[in-house]
């Protein structure tokens, strides 16, 4: 459309009113050509979206593969030591050293701290008085971080603890089943309750199958040693049941977390309604330093009253070999993957995938030379497809959005 229009100059005076300005408009798409266009992008984001919660599935599972070699390794390292509390506090220690120097060399890492503390004080401020002036203006769906929802890192010490208080009764096998129960059953309700980031999340049939199908799978996959121990006659009391299971739930709760420490390190929040940055990397490496740094505390606890009761080891650490120290290094791997993931997929996701790679993980150990290179039964192999199952049900089940 041409107009004749009067303009102004950059000095502000008025130009001649005789230029003609000729501006060109493009007419708006109709809607029935912007609906295709639409449900192109639509489709494209929702695929890019369960590439990414794939993804992170895969990496969980792995994460899982780890904690299988970790578990082996701190197995020895206890051993080795002659007091599995005090090996668990060394390899937590060292973990929280390897973490130190890295957020020591890290500007990010620093600044996610720093964002976890103010969060804190905020929240703790607001908790006090929910109209006082803060200086962090809290994360979209997770607001501020209270003081309790950081000693996620005191489930590693409560799970240690029930380990060695509940396997010389109870053995590994039903050790596994109850801490599994505990934990699988638990992360729906860390889901649905949203305290993990990413929302609340549905309790629906197809999640609810998942930790029924998976301590199904944990049963059958330990079911020799399960019959072999219930044919000893024992008489177990409760709380040698319970302890694991609690730890379990723990342990899901941890997960839960140290994921919503994660976003609010990693959330750059903006005042006034300006939309948020993001600065990735930050989150993972804080949450698992402050994991770390409390359950290295706690653990320092355990393994004093142990020490206290029992006695410093005889054996000294004679029997102790390099690899036997990498357990910490490994739960870093460990517990940052699945701090990392949290917000995409989910306690419940976390929680089957970390135990499906743990199970596959201990098979293969068990066929390596490591192992021993045994030939499992048949009820392990069956145990693992189950497993493997119990990921597929939430996760295709709701295609991978709840």
Same mark, same amino acid.
């Given at each position: 459309?041409n107009?004749?229009?009067?303009?102004?100059?950059?000095?502000?005076?008025?130009a001649?009113?005789?230029i003609?300005?000729?501006?060109?408009?493009?007419?708006?798409?109709a809607?029935e050509?912007l609906?295709?266009?639409?449900?192109?992008?639509?489709?494209?984001?929702?695929?890019?979206?369960?590439?990414?919660?794939?993804a992170?599935?895969?990496?969980?599972f792995a994460?899982?593969?780890?904690s299988?070699?970790?578990?082996?390794?701190?197995?020895?390292?206890?051993?080795?030591?002659?007091?599995?509390?005090l090996?668990?506090?060394?390899?937590?220690a060292?973990?929280?050293?390897?973490?130190?120097?890295?957020m020591a060399?890290?500007?990010?890492?620093?600044?996610?701290?720093?964002?976890?503390?103010?969060?804190?004080?905020a929240?703790?401020?607001r908790h006090?008085n929910?109209?006082?002036?803060?200086?962090?203006?809290?994360?979209?769906?997770?607001?501020?971080?209270?003081?309790f929802?950081i000693?996620?890192?005191?489930?590693?010490?409560?799970?240690?603890?029930?380990?060695?208080?509940s396997?010389p009764?109870?053995?590994v096998?039903l050790?596994?089943?109850?801490?599994?129960?505990?934990?699988?059953?638990?992360?729906?309700?860390v889901?649905?309750?949203?305290?993990?980031?990413?929302?609340?999340?549905?309790?629906?049939?197809?999640?609810?199958a998942?930790?029924?199908?998976?301590i199904?799978a944990?049963?059958?996959?330990?079911?020799p040693?399960?019959?072999?121990?219930?044919?000893?006659?024992?008489?177990?009391?409760?709380?040698?049941i319970?302890?694991p299971?609690?730890?379990?739930?723990?342990?899901a709760a941890?997960?839960?977390?140290?994921?919503?420490?994660?976003?609010?390190?990693?959330?750059?929040?903006?005042p006034?309604?300006?939309?948020?940055?993001?600065?990735?990397?930050?989150?993972?490496l804080? @949450?698992?330093?402050?994991?770390f740094?409390?359950? /290295?505390?706690?653990?320092?606890? &355990? !393994?004093? #009253?142990?020490? +206290? =009761?029992?006695?410093?080891?005889t054996?000294?650490?004679g029997?102790v070999?390099?690899?036997?120290?990498?357990?910490?290094?490994?739960?870093?791997?460990?517990?940052g993957?699945?701090?990392?993931?949290?917000?995409?997929?989910?306690?419940?996701?976390?929680?089957?995938s970390?135990?499906a790679?743990?199970?596959?993980?201990g098979?293969?150990?068990?066929?390596s @030379?490591?192992?021993?290179?045994?030939?499992?039964? /048949?009820?392990?192999?069956?145990? &693992? !497809?189950? #497993?493997?199952? +119990? =990921?597929?049900?939430p996760?295709?089940?709701?295609?991978?959005?709840?």
């Open positions: 459309m107009y004749a229009s009067s303009t102004i100059s950059a000095a502000g005076r008025a001649p009113s005789n003609v300005t000729t501006t060109t408009t493009t007419a708006a798409p809607p050509q609906a295709p266009r639409q449900r192109t992008a639509d489709a494209s984001s929702a695929k890019r979206d369960r590439n990414i919660k794939i992170c599935i895969a990496a969980t994460a899982g593969l780890v299988a070699v970790q578990s082996r390794v701190n197995g020895s390292f206890g051993a080795a030591l002659g007091n599995s509390f090996a668990a506090f060394i390899n937590f060292s973990a929280l050293v390897i973490l130190g120097v890295i060399f890290s500007p990010k890492g620093r600044a996610g701290l720093g964002r976890v503390v103010a969060s804190i004080k929240g703790e401020a006090r929910r109209f006082a002036e803060v200086a962090h203006p809290g994360v979209a769906g997770i607001g501020h971080l209270r003081w929802q000693i996620g890192g005191a489930a590693g010490a409560l799970f240690v603890t029930a380990q060695g208080t396997v009764v109870l053995g096998a050790f596994v089943v109850a801490v599994t129960a505990g934990q699988t059953v638990s992360s729906l309700f889901d649905r309750l949203g305290i993990a980031p990413g929302g609340k999340r549905r309790i629906t049939l197809a999640r609810a998942g930790p029924l199908v998976t199904a944990v049963v059958v996959s330990q079911w040693n399960i019959s072999a121990w219930l044919h000893q006659g024992h008489g177990v009391e409760a709380i040698y319970v302890l299971i609690v730890a379990g739930i723990f342990v941890q997960h839960g977390a140290n994921g919503r420490v994660e976003t609010t390190a990693t959330v750059i929040p903006r006034n309604g300006v939309p948020a940055r993001h600065e990735y990397g930050a989150g993972v804080t @949450a698992t330093f402050i994991n740094a409390v359950g /290295a505390l706690a653990l320092l606890v &355990v !393994a004093g #009253v142990s020490l +206290a =009761i029992s006695g410093w080891p054996g000294g650490a029997g070999q390099w690899w036997m120290l990498t357990g910490g290094a490994l739960g870093v791997l460990f517990i993957t699945s701090a990392g993931v949290m917000h995409r997929i989910g306690t419940l996701l976390v929680i089957l970390l135990v790679g743990q199970t596959v993980g098979l293969l150990l068990d066929l @030379a490591w192992g021993g290179a045994i030939t499992p039964p /048949a009820t392990t192999y069956i145990g &693992v !497809a189950l #497993v493997l199952a +119990a =990921i597929a049900l996760a295709l089940r709701t295609n991978l959005t709840d």
